[in-house]
Structure formats: C-alpha cells, structure tokens
C-alpha cells in the first residue's frame, strides 16, 4: 500500500469518526430534556384540568338552576296545601254550623302523614 493510499484511508476515517460523532453530538444537543418533557406534561394536565374545571362549573350551574326552579315548586306546593287545609276547615265549620256533620275522612296515606300534621 502506497502512502498516499494510507493517507486516503486514513483521512477517510477520520472523517467518518467526526462524521459520526459530529452526528451523535447534534442528536444529543436537540434532544429534549427531563425538564422540558415534565413541562409540556404538566402543561397538557393543566390544560385538561382547566377543561374539565370548566365544565364541572358550567354542570353546577345547570344543576343550581334545577334546583332553584324545585324549590320555587315545592314553596307552591305548600302554599297550595295550606290553601286546601283552611279551605276544607272552612267548610267542615260551615256544615257544623248548619247542624250537620261533615262526611269522615279516608286515613291518611302512610307517605301524606310526614307532612299533614292535622286532623280533619
């Protein structure tokens, strides 16, 4: 082998080792690191978090809502009951004033008994 030759091969060398060092070099200097990976995750979780905060506010207030039309409901209802109540008193006192007794009444239902606390 001439000398030029080894030259040739050797310089080749060498430029394939820088080559290939030169190539792992700028792989590792562009990879990402723990910390940038922990806080592209982190931002991911926020931004979920953030979503789903978001819509769990948006459901309470649908169901803040729904509750406040129930309540309106029930306040109606036993404006309605007491209504009844003083109106069936009021006619029970008129038939006993007339001298008659007013028909008895069915028992009341197991389920009616926790709110009628009234004997008519």
């Known amino acids: 082998m001439s000398n030029a030759e080894m030259w040739t091969a050797v310089s080749g060398g060498v430029v ?3 080559s ?4 792992f070099w700028g792989g590792w200097a562009a990879r990402r690191t723990r910390g940038d990976r922990r806080r592209d995750d982190f931002t991911v979780v926020t931004d979920r978090m953030e979503k789903e905060i978001g819509r ?12 406040e039309v129930q309540e309106q409901r029930l306040e109606g209802a036993g404006v309605a009951i007491t209504y009844l109540i003083d109106r ?10 007339a001298g008659l007794e007013p028909p008895t009444a069915r028992p009341v239902p197991e389920r009616a008994r926790e709110f009628i606390h009234h004997d008519l």
């Open 88 to 97: 069936v008193r009021g006619l029970t006192a008129w038939i006993r004033s």
């Open 16 to 18: 394939g080792a820088a």
């Open 20 to 23: 290939a060092v030169a190539t």
């Open 56 to 67: 769990q506010a948006d459901r309470l207030d649908e169901l803040e809502a729904a509750a």
